[in-house]
């Protein structure tokens, strides 16, 4: 895919769902925004065991976004690497220590108690 080309949402997901899977991310999330929101299309929620972890799936990620899809992202807190926003345009990534994820709770803002799609 070349840069002048941009992936469609679907396309941008399957590759965040991918990076995350293969950095062993838990609980991973994907919320549908479509028609919620006009923030993006997808919202996708993961976890990592430990600070370091969390910053190096974001590390890790936001380089296979520049590299496979030319999407340059923005990226909040992976100094301190208890939550980390990744925003690739369409789709917003959140990865989270465990107990800062349930902190905050996300899920619960976004999806209706019985819809939660997870992937692992």
């Known amino acids: 895919m070349t840069a002048q080309t941009q992936p469609d949402s679907e396309t941008l997901l399957a590759g965040i769902l991918t ?25 996708v929620i993961a976890s990592g065991r430990s600070t370091r972890q969390v ?9 296979r976004l520049k ?10 807190g992976k100094e301190t690497g208890d939550w980390v926003l990744i925003d690739a345009g369409d ?7 465990p107990e800062v994820r349930e902190f905050y709770q ?4 976004w999806l209706p108690a019985s819809s939660t799609s997870r992937t692992n």
């Open 55 to 63: 910053a190096s799936m974001a590390e890790k990620l936001a380089d």
């Open 106 to 109: 996300l899920e619960k803002m």
């Open 19 to 43: 990076s995350l899977a293969d950095d062993k991310a838990e609980d991973v999330v994907q919320i549908d925004l479509r028609g919620k929101t006009e923030i993006g299309d997808y919202m």
């Open 91 to 97: 789709v917003l990534v959140h990865i989270f220590r």
């Open 67 to 76: 590299q496979e899809f030319g999407r340059l992202s923005k990226v909040e």
